[in-house]
C-alpha cells in the first residue's frame, strides 16, 4: 500500500507531481483549522504543511504520521517538541525562498523612499502637482539596518550595498563580527540597528524566544525620518507599539508584510494608515518561489518515507517512527 501524504492547503502542482511520480497518495485536506487537520490527518504517513496550525493534538491524532514537511521556512506554526517525543521528522525549505523575500524587503524599501503609495493615489485623484509637493529620498548613502543575517538577511545586505549603494549596518547574535563583515558592518546590538539607521528590515524566526523582540523601547531609537520593515514574522513586534509608533510620528513609516493575527481585522488601525504598505504575508509567493517551495517539502517527505534522512532537518527524533 503507498504512503498517503495529507495536503491541508493548496500548493504549486509540480510539487505534487513529485510526490505522486514516486508513488505517494496524496489526500487534500478538508479545512485548515487544527480539529480538521487532525481528523485528516489520521490515516496519512505524512503531511506537508504551510501556514495552517499544527499541534500536539494533529500529531497525536496522526497516530502513522512519520514525517511533517514545512512548505518555507518559518515552523513555529509546528509543535516540533511533540513531534520529536512522537519520533516525528519535522523537516523545512531553508533554500526555497530566500531570495524571493529578500527582492521584497529592498522592493519595500524603494517604494517607501520614493513614495510609490502616496504619489500614485496622488496621481489617480488627478492631483498631478504633487510632483512638486512630495518629493522621495535618494537611497544610495542611506543606512539599512538588518536584524537578523540568515539566508534572507544577508541578501538583502548584499542587494542593498552592492546594487544600492547604501550603508548596510547588521545586527545578529548568532553571528562573529567577522562572519558579518563582508556584507555589513557589525552592530553591538539591536538596539544600535534601530538608532543608527534609515530603514530598519527584521529578519528573525518568530516563536517564544523572539516573542515581541521589538517594541517601544526600539522605535523610540529611531530617527523620525526613519523606516521600519517586517516581512519575518508578526509576532516579533508588539503591534500596538507599532501603532503608535506610527500615530506619533516616532517613525515615518513601515512596511508590513506579517500580523500579530492573521488576517488582521476589517477595523485594524494599520489598515487605515496613509504612511504604511501593507501586504498579505506574500513576500515569498512569486510563482517560481511557490514551485520551490513544494518542491523542497515534498523533497523532504521522500527523503523521510524512503528512508535516507532528510537534507533540511528542524530536529532529530532519537525513536523514530
Known sequence: MAFKVLIPQEVAQPGKDYLRERGYEIKMGGGVTADAIAADAVDCDAILARTAPFPAKVLEAGK??????????????????????LGIWVTFAPESNANTVAEHAIGCVLALARNFIQLDRETRAGNF??????????????????????????????????????QVVGYDPFLKPEQMAEFATPAASMEEVFSTADFVTLHIPGGASNKGAVGKKQFALMKKTAFFINASR????????????????TIAGAAIDVYEKEPPLKDHPLLGMRNVLLT?????????????????????????????????PVNDPAKRR
Open 64 to 85: 502513522k504520521l512519520k514525517v511533517i514537511s514545512r512548505h518555507g521556512v518559518g515552523y513555529d506554526n509546528i509543535d516540533v517538541a511533540r513531534a520529536t517525543e
Open 129 to 166: 502637482a504633487v510632483r512638486d509637493q512630495l518629493f522621495g529620498s535618494d537611497l544610495a548613502g542611506k543606512t539599512l539596518g538588518v536584524v537578523g543575517l540568515g539566508k534572507i538577511g544577508r541578501r538583502v545586505a548584499q542587494k542593498a550595498g552592492r546594487g544600492l549603494e547604501m
Open 234 to 249: 508578526g509576532d516579533v513586534v508588539v503591534e500596538a507599539d507599532l501603532i503608535e509608533a506610527l500615530r506619533s510620528g
Open 280 to 312: 498579505p504575508h506574500n513576500a515569498s509567493q512569486t510563482r517560481e518561489c511557490m514551485i520551490r517551495m513544494a518542491l523542497h517539502a515534498a523533497q523532504g517527505i521522500d527523503e523521510v518515507l524512503s528512508g535516507r534522512r532528510p537534507t533540511w
